[in-house]
């Protein structure tokens, strides 16, 4: 479990497939449970309390938004996971397995404020995109690899940084 950096949330990691926030007064959920395949063994707040990390057994870890519940991008996969952490900016997230391997990964949005590599980074993170006549479409097998191996080439998005 993890409190929040202000103390005013929990995060707790369950043998259910779950983890949860929690008003720290009240023992209050918020919001929905977070899902994976199997237990999550570890926990993490970002330094703003925007988002939390989470490890599982089922080899990924999560990065969800606090205030929607929601997965931030694709799982980061690696090994049964039994530790997570947060840099102190929160741009990059440390994942350690049980493969004695612990990885460090970019999780920032790219630093350029043009619009196409926003758009880029919002369509990986989310798995959608929005197509000429301003629809969303999802981004599915090759056409999300291939917009993954774009922003990757920019150095932003999800890579292990090291091992």
């Known amino acids: 479990m993890a409190y929040s950096p202000d103390g005013r949330m929990l995060l707790t990691g369950n043998d259910d497939n779950t983890a949860r926030l929690w008003l720290a007064a009240t023992a209050e959920p918020l919001g ?13 707040f970002s330094a703003d309390s925007q988002r939390v990390l989470t490890g599982s057994g089922d080899t990924t870890a999560r990065l969800w938004s606090v205030a929607t519940g929601q997965p931030l991008g694709p799982p980061l996969t690696q090994g049964p996971l039994w530790a997570v952490a947060f840099s102190p900016d929160g741009r990059t997230v440390l994942t ?26 919002l369509a990986v ?32 998005l999800l890579a292990p940084l090291q091992e």
């Not at 959608?128 to 056409?143: K, R, S, T, Y």
């Open 96 to 121: 350690g397995s049980e493969d004695n391997t612990a990885r460090l990964w970019s999780v920032q949005p790219p630093r350029e404020a043009d619009t196409a590599s926003i758009n880029l980074w």
């Open 125 to 156: 993170v989310t798995g959608l995109a929005l197509d000429e006549h301003d629809a969303v479409q999802m981004l599915v097998g090759n056409i999300w690899r291939t917009s993954r191996e774009r922003l990757l080439q920019h150095g932003t």
């Open 32 to 44: 929905p449970p977070l899902f994976h395949q199997a237990s999550v063994l570890a926990v993490a």
